[in-house]
Antibody, heavy 122, light 108 residues
Framework: QVQLVESGGGVVQPGRSLIFSCEASGFTFRNYFMHWVRQAPGKGLEWVAV????????YYADSVKGRFTISRDNSKNTLYLQMDSLRAEDTAFYYC???????????????WGQGTLVTVSS | DIQMAQSPSSLSASVGDRVTITCQASQDISDHLNWYQQRAGKAPKLLIF???NLEPGVPSRFSGSGSGTDFTFTISSLQPEDSATYYC??????????FGQGTRLEIK
C-alpha cells in the first residue's frame, strides 16, 4: 500500500535552517509529482511547494519563495524540504502529499504523510 | 492569486441529515476543484476530484458539483464518522494552488 513517512521536524530558532524528508513506498515514486502542504496549529491548509516527477521543475508559494527548497532523490524514493531563514510564521505541521502521475494533469493530493511539526521559536 | 470563499465556516447537524458546503472562486476555475476531509489530528483525505468525481473507496454519500466559480459539496446522509473539517482546493492557475478556509462539521 502507498505510504509516505515524514521525519526531521522539531524546534528551531528563528533565522536557522531545517531539513526534513518524506520516504515513499508502495508506488513508483519517480512517476509522480510531489508536494509539500503545511498547516499552522488550529489553522487551514496552505500549499507550499511542488516538484516534478524528475525534479526538473519546482514551484513555491510566495510565502516561502527564496527561503525553502524542495528536492527529491528518486533512487531513494525520498522527498525533501530544506527550510532556511525560518520565521515564527513558518511554525506548522508539514505534510508531504502525492500529486499527479506524469502527464495526468492532476493536482489532487491522493495520499498524504502523517505530518511533521516544525516549531520556530527562540 | 485565486481566492476561495468557503461557507459556512462551521455547522452542526444530526446523523441522517443532508449537509451542503459551498466554495466560491474569485474567478472562473472550470472544474479544477477538489474536496478533502480532515479528521482531528489526522492528515487530509481526498474525497472528490475535478469537482464531481468520487475518489475510489470513498462512500457514495459524498458528492460534489459545480463549475466555473460556484461549487457544492454534499453529504447525503450524515454519519457519526463524518465529523471533520472539510476543505476545497483549486488548481486552475497552477502551480499556484489554494485552499478554502475550511468548514468544521460537528455531529449533534
Amino acid at each position: 500500500q502507498v505510504q509516505l513517512v515524514e521525519s526531521g521536524g522539531g524546534v528551531v530558532q528563528p533565522g536557522r535552517s531545517l531539513i526534513f524528508s518524506c520516504e515513499a513506498s508502495g508506488f513508483t515514486f519517480r512517476n509522480y509529482f510531489m508536494h509539500w502542504v503545511r498547516q499552522a496549529p488550529g489553522k487551514g491548509l496552505e500549499w507550499v511547494a511542488v516538484i516534478a516527477y524528475d525534479g526538473s521543475n519546482k514551484y513555491y508559494a510566495d510565502s516561502v519563495k527564496g527561503r525553502f527548497t524542495i528536492s527529491r532523490d528518486n533512487s531513494k524514493n525520498t522527498l525533501y524540504l530544506q527550510m532556511d531563514s525560518l520565521r515564527a510564521e513558518d511554525t506548522a505541521f508539514y505534510y508531504c502529499a502525492r500529486g499527479g502521475l506524469i502527464n495526468s494533469g492532476s493536482f489532487a493530493f491522493d495520499y498524504w504523510g502523517q505530518g511533521t511539526l516544525v516549531t520556530v521559536s527562540s | 492569486d485565486i481566492q476561495m470563499a468557503q461557507s459556512p465556516s462551521s455547522l452542526s447537524a444530526s446523523v441522517g441529515d443532508r449537509v451542503t458546503i459551498t466554495c466560491q472562486a474569485s474567478q472562473d476555475i472550470s472544474d479544477h476543484l477538489n474536496w478533502y476531509q480532515q479528521r482531528a489530528g489526522k492528515a487530509p483525505k481526498l474525497l472528490i476530484f475535478d469537482a464531481s468525481n468520487l475518489e475510489p473507496g470513498v462512500p457514495s454519500r459524498f458528492s460534489g458539483s459545480g463549475s466555473g466559480t460556484d461549487f457544492t459539496f454534499t453529504i447525503s446522509s450524515l454519519q457519526p464518522e463524518d465529523s471533520a473539517t472539510y476543505y476545497c482546493q483549486q488548481y486552475d492557475n497552477v502551480p499556484s494552488i489554494t485552499f478554502g478556509q475550511g468548514t468544521r462539521l460537528e455531529i449533534k
